[in-house]
């Protein structure tokens, strides 16, 4: 199983930027395709971003397109979810996910990851 540890979030103003970073151990990063999820409080947890194995395709939510950025670096295990013009509604705990894969371009559905991080908190005061 491999190991997630997210950080980057933090206290931000609104249209304000945050780069999430989510760094990977324990097993070949290269094997999973990779997402973002978040859950506001007293809201379940919601998609955000997926990214296939090798970085060439990409997937988002409506409420963050043209607004958020996924990207991942296989040689550092890390994938990363640069956050833009951000809006209060999108204060949350976000969660990186990872789920191993066959396909090299494949993006998996959202109830399709296996592994999980700690998350961390974002907050975006108006």
């Known amino acids: 199983q491999v190991q997630l540890v997210e950080s980057g979030g933090g206290l931000v103003q609104a249209g304000g930027s945050l780069r999430l970073s989510c760094a990977a151990s324990g097993r070949p990063f290269s094997n999973y395709a990779m997402g973002w999820f978040r859950q506001a409080p007293g809201k379940e947890r919601e998609f955000v971003a997926a990214?296939?194995?090798?970085?060439?395709?990409?997937d988002y939510a409506d409420s963050v397109k043209g607004r958020f950025t996924i990207s991942r670096d296989n040689a550092k295990n890390t994938v990363y979810l640069q956050m833009n013009s951000l809006k209060p509604e999108d204060t949350a705990v976000y969660y990186c996910?990872?789920?191993?894969?066959?396909?090299?371009?494949?993006?998996?559905?959202?109830?399709?990851?296996?592994?999980w991080g700690q998350g961390t908190q974002v907050t975006v005061s108006s």
């Open positions: 990214i296939s194995r090798g970085g060439d395709n990409t």
């Open positions: 996910a990872a789920v191993e894969v066959s396909r090299y371009y494949y993006i998996p559905g959202p109830s399709d990851f296996t592994s």
